[in-house]
């Protein structure tokens, strides 16, 4: 039992410092949206929202003590994995095979992504799109993570003295200093026929880029005779950046699929999305704005048939939140917000009202 704890203690200590670190994660589950499909448009509004709660997991571990094991699978210390390059992907068979705690202590990130692509399923079965949001955010980062290949090894953090530390050098600090070199196409999300197989893929494809880091990590740090100077971090991206592009993007391709695959098996629900029409739904009515087109000031009047927690945004032609106009506890009746954008260029923007679960946008024009 011992034993255990020590091994607990210290996989807790690494993990809740590491992650691809919030700038990976943001990347990851923002640029997912551009795969979705055109039947998922109105889900375009998630790309901010997934970006904000991209490290939700990774902040739960100090409250949560389960949490730390769904981040991430020491697959070495499975001798199937050694013998056939494949372990059994039943949850239950590896408990039976291996016991819970060894299963547990050596990462559950598969079986994560499993389990949250059937909660944003639920989610959107109820329609509960705020709650749907965050469990895909969550989604996002074990996706983000199971793409990490240093969460896909026993060897996570060096493998001998001269590679300790790789962890953190690799995830977050040459991510924080290049990201702006994350560049990639995207894809279309396509449905996934089995979800367990698709989510063991990651982790297996993952693995097989264990060494290509350790590699890049070897000969910036033989280059620059350090692990902590520019030419070091320099080098390292250079041998490293073709294959952490590939798994950028693969990791966000990957979460715009789940994400299509649980709003399919959910029924393909959509949400309240008006451009110019009555924007009245169950619980709420949101005007057109006056004067529209407007310079620079415009005036937005909403009714509420009972009080709610009311978020009224601005976002510009890309989706870009602009201006949060409203955002709080509001009691029932009518009311009027004034937006002012003097400080905005001319263009088309999207004003959006979120209350009691359902949400309705409405097109606004600024001509200066």
């Known amino acids: 039992m011992g034993k255990i704890k020590i091994i607990a203690v210290v996989a807790l200590a690494v993990f809740l410092v590491y992650g691809w670190g919030s700038t990976g994660h943001k990347i990851i589950n923002r640029k997912s949206i551009y795969s979705f499909p055109s039947s998922m448009s109105a889900f375009s509004w998630w790309r901010d929202s997934l970006a904000a709660h991209g490290s939700d997991a990774d902040n739960r571990k100090g409250q949560d003590p389960t949490e730390q094991y769904r981040h991430f699978i020491d697959i070495e210390v499975y001798p199937e994995f050694i013998a056939t390059g494949r372990i059994p992907q039943s949850l239950d068979s590896l408990v039976a095979l291996h016991g819970l705690t060894f299963v547990t202590t050596n990462g559950l990130v598969p079986f994560a992504i499993i389990n949250y692509t059937d909660s944003v399923k639920k989610y959107f079965v109820s329609r509960n799109w705020q709650s749907a949001m965050l469990k895909a955010a969550d989604l996002g980062h074990y996706v983000g993570d199971a793409h990490n290949p240093l969460h896909c090894t026993e060897y996570y953090d060096g493998w001998s003295a001269f590679s300790s530390g790789i962890h953190s050098r690799y995830e977050t600090q040459l991510i924080n200093r290049d990201s702006a070199y994350l560049q990639y196409p995207y894809d279309n999300a396509s449905y996934i026929q089995n979800v367990n197989q698709f989510a063991f893929d990651i982790v297996y494809t993952s693995n097989s880029y264990v060494d290509s880091v350790y590699r890049a990590d070897s000969i910036a740090h033989v280059t620059a005779g350090s692990t902590s100077n520019a030419l070091y971090y320099q080098t390292f991206w250079t041998y490293a950046s073709g294959f952490t592009n590939l798994v950028f993007k693969n990791a966000s391709l990957k979460l715009a699929s789940l994400i299509y695959t649980a709003w399919v098996n959910a029924g393909s629900p959509l949400p309240t999305y008006v451009a110019n029409e009555s924007g009245i739904v169950n619980g709420f009515e949101l005007k057109q704005n006056y004067p529209n087109p407007f310079n620079p000031s ?71």
């Open 298 to 368: 415009t005036t937005i009047a909403f009714n509420l048939k009972k009080d709610a927690n009311v978020k009224l945004t601005v976002y510009d032609g890309l989706g870009r939140e602009t201006e949060v106009l409203v955002n709080g506890n509001m009691k029932a009746g009518e009311h009027i917000v004034k937006w002012n954008a003097s400080k905005y260029a001319s263009g088309v923007y999207y004003y959006r009202m979120d209350a009691g679960g359902e949400s309705v946008t409405k097109k606004l024009a600024l001509q200066k």
